[in-house]
């Protein structure tokens, strides 16, 4: 929408000159109302659309306008960036986006240029504008927010990164940065609840983030008070312990202190001293959202009380008060916005929907695909000596050439640095550490400490960070520690990462890859170090799922991890790390392995067995004492990848072996396995001789006794009975 109106001010007063409020002069007081009224009458004309039946959800920005209005004067469109939320309609009209534009995405149209018609509205996304695609989790924006800034600083330290490299995913991603960008991030006051937000405050004001965080108090999350929500009941007294923060707490009904509020915060934040805090108290004249009825939960005192204090009829209070405009004049500029939602409004309903056959669009990257020969290389020798190696060594050899050839990679996560007080790395008073397994041993000394450092123990923190910066084109390799501990990480790990190029029809993506030490047989490893759990993981669109059984493999597919264009999760078994089983020299710098290859580490005729992971030799172990004592020749297949996994081999090895067992190591039921055994019931019925077996840990978790341990994951005695029960059959 045209942020500015041609509606001129009256007459200035000679003796009020160029009188300015709080900053802001006449004429943007009147755009200030243009963006607010529209903003309301956009909300309006959707509550009137749902009621019409269509458009299919409504969630309103009423109360909310002057915050928009007001950061629109101060930030810059295109060049800051902006994790708004779903409030935030006045702030994306400010930026540019259009009434148009916002109702598209209202009806579900094909030209939505914030999702195609995937999201509800009022979940902003608008890659022109560097407004990154929302979602619905409260409060999973924030950490992503600071992730981007974290990209925005880095890129300024590291410009030639940011070039355009063919042959990776860098060729598909357009990176721009300014040396003085600013991040802003909004949420509700029930959103301050979240954990994430703290966890953004804290790394925010330890590196001294360039951002804004706005936290729009409109006293309800839902039918939720603020008194609740909140100890105390005001977030501006807890956070006023974070250290490097400007903060401010302002009326945000009130366009010009609020403006007052975004100069000073953008003033400092630019400058580079830290991030501001703005709690902007604001009033919700509508319910929560259209399913909601807010008269279950607020009297009508209550309401009535915040009529008074609507941005919208204080603003044209005061233009008219000031004589900025007369009533004439406001007139017109509300008939001009009026029209406008009108014209926007017809043209939206005619739009063209999106068709069923795009559904599957952009759940993976359009332009790379990992599972192509681009991906298919031979290891080379590249040492004197083909000494066998660990997968640890190998996989931490790989990341320090692929952090070598590309600039963009960062790694981050638990321990993962050598050091971070860097003056005992300099005066070499220690070695350092580079992770509690140490497959990120050396690379902070080696590539620095803004590439390689230690995250907060804070899982969230970790993913959501990478999912903002890979946003912005860098490609973070982060470790979760142990597999056990990922869960904190979940809802980034679920409804984020895997999803920021789906739900913005690929405007948006965020391919980074998330490092997870996974596993037991570790003899004493324990419910909280044993865990494994891929098929979580695996059920999640949008996700690739890696496990390699081997150093040669990890290499491979790790660089594959690295330089594709997807997310990936790629799990290393902590039993596998040292392992002499599967040693390898080092394959070279380019050794690439593509996804959802499997490989047949033993080929046979009688029975197949597919598997992964640490369940990998251990088959192996039961199939050669199978053809040794009773000979029975079994094929045994590596899966390596698991999302996408390797259906050729396996139905090329049950068409001819005609019986099939699947064995993991996670607890049986509802296991990886179970979608794999179904697939060969399914699809492969007439070639079974007998039924579809699996073999796996029973359904209860790791214990810390041996004995126990033993009992409960599958052993190479478990798998060879199974086999030769299955061959016998
Ligand atoms: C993680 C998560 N939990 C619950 C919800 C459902 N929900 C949507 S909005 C909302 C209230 C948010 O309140 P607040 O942060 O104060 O923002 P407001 O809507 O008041 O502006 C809730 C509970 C959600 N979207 N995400
Ligand atoms: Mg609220």
């Known amino acids: 929408m045209a942020t500015k109106t041609d509606v001129k001010p009256n007459e200035v007063d000679i003796r009020k000159g160029d009188k300015t409020y709080q900053g802001l002069s006449r004429q943007q007081l009147i755009d200030a109302y243009r963006v607010m009224y529209a903003s309301r009458k956009l909300d309006d004309r959707e509550i009137l659309l749902k009621r019409q039946q269509k458009i299919f959800f409504q ?32 702030l994306c009209l400010s930026l540019g986006v259009t009434p148009y534009e916002m109702l598209l995405q209202g009806v579900g149209a094909a030209d939505d240029p914030s999702s195609g018609g995937r999201q509800m509205p009022s979940h902003w996304g608008h890659a022109k504008f560097n407004i990154v695609t929302q979602s619905s989790p409260t409060g999973t924006q924030i950490l992503q927010a600071v992730g981007c800034s974290e990209a925005g600083r880095y890129f300024a330290a590291h410009p030639q990164a940011a070039s355009k490299t063919a042959g990776d995913y ?12 600013l991040t802003y991030v909004s949420l509700g006051d029930g959103t301050t609840s979240e954990g994430e937000f703290w966890e953004a405050l804290n790394t925010a004001a330890n590196s001294k983030l360039p951002m804004i965080f706005v936290v729009q108090d409109n006293e309800y999350a839902i039918s939720v008070p603020v008194e609740v929500q909140t100890a105390g009941g005001n977030i501006s007294r807890l956070v006023s312990g974070f250290p490097n923060f400007h903060f401010e707490e302002v009326d945000g009904t009130d366009v010009m202190a609020t403006y007052a509020a975004f100069t000073r915060s953008a003033a400092y934040a630019r400058s580079g001293q830290g991030p501001a805090f703005i709690h902007a108290h604001v009033v919700r004249p509508y319910s929560h959202s259209l399913s909601d009825d807010e008269k279950l939960y607020r009297p009508d005192a209550e309401r009535q009380e915040e009529v008074a204090r609507d941005p919208i009829t204080r603003l044209q209070m005061f233009l008219i008060r000031e004589g900025i405009l007369d009533e004439k004049g406001v007139n017109q500029v509300e008939k001009q916005v009026e029209d406008e939602i009108q014209e926007a409004s017809d043209r939206a309903l005619e739009a063209a929907f999106p068709t069923p056959d795009t559904v599957e669009k952009y759940v993976y990257s359009p332009k790379l695909d990992p599972t192509s020969v681009t991906f298919n290389t031979e290891p080379v020798q590249s040492e004197a000596k083909a000494t066998a190696r660990t997968m640890a060594d190998l996989i931490n050899t790989t990341l320090r050439d692929e952090m070598k050839r590309d600039e963009r990679i960062v790694m981050f996560g638990e321990d993962v640095a050598d050091c971070s007080r860097e003056q005992y790395l300099q005066e070499k008073l220690i070695k350092g550490k580079g992770g509690v397994f140490k497959l990120t041993a050396g690379l902070q000394c080696e590539y620095g400490s803004d590439r390689v450092f ?30 056990d501990y990922i869960w904190p990480a979940m809802m980034q790990l679920r409804d984020e990462l895997p999803l920021i190029r789906w739900r913005s029809n690929n405007a948006f993506s965020s391919p980074a890859v998330v490092r997870v030490a996974i596993g037991g047989y570790l003899t004493g490893g324990a419910i909280y170090h044993s865990q494994c759990g891929e098929s979580i993981f695996t059920h999640i669109p949008g996700l690739r799922v890696v496990f390699p059984s081997n150093a040669l493999d990890a290499a491979g597919l790790l660089r594959t991890a690295i330089r594709c264009d997807d997310p990936v999760l790629f799990l290393e078994h902590k039993r596998l790390y040292r392992e002499t ?88 039921s509802w296991g990886y396995g179970a979608e794999i055994a179904a697939r060969i019931a399914d699809q492969l019925f007439e070639h079974l001789d007998a039924p579809v077996r699996r073999v796996a840990a029973k359904d209860t978790f790791v214990a810390y006794q041996p004995v126990l341990e033993d009992a ?5 005695a478990d798998l060879f009975r199974a086999m030769k029960q299955l061959a016998e059959f």
């Open 454 to 483: 230690n995250s907060p123990l804070a899982e969230a923190n970790i993913v959501g960070r990478a999912v903002g910066m890979a946003t912005r084109g860098l490609k973070p390799v982060v470790e979760i520690q142990f597999f």
């Open 59 to 90: 969630i309103s920005g009423a109360g909310h306008e002057a915050i928009g209005a007001a950061a629109g004067f101060v930030l810059k469109s295109g060049y800051d960036w902006f994790y708004p939320y779903y409030r935030d309609r006045a």
């Open 712 to 716: 409960i994951l599958p052993q190479a």
């Open 581 to 668: 089983f599967g040693r390898a020299p080092y394959p070279g710098p380019d050794y690439q392995i593509p996804f959802g290859k499997a490989k047949v580490v033993q080929p046979g005729t009688d029975l197949t067995v597919i598997t992964y992971g640490a369940v990998v030799p251990r088959a192996l172990q039961a199939a050669q004492k199978l053809q040794r004592e009773h000979d029975i020749s079994v094929e045994l297949i590596d899966l390596r990848c698991l999302n996408p996994f390797d259906w050729e081999t396996i139905a090329a090895s049950v068409k001819k072996t005609n019986r099939a067992i699947v064995a993991y190591e996670d607890t049986l």
């Open 170 to 181: 860098r060729e598909f991603k357009n990176v721009t940065f300014q040396g003085d960008e």
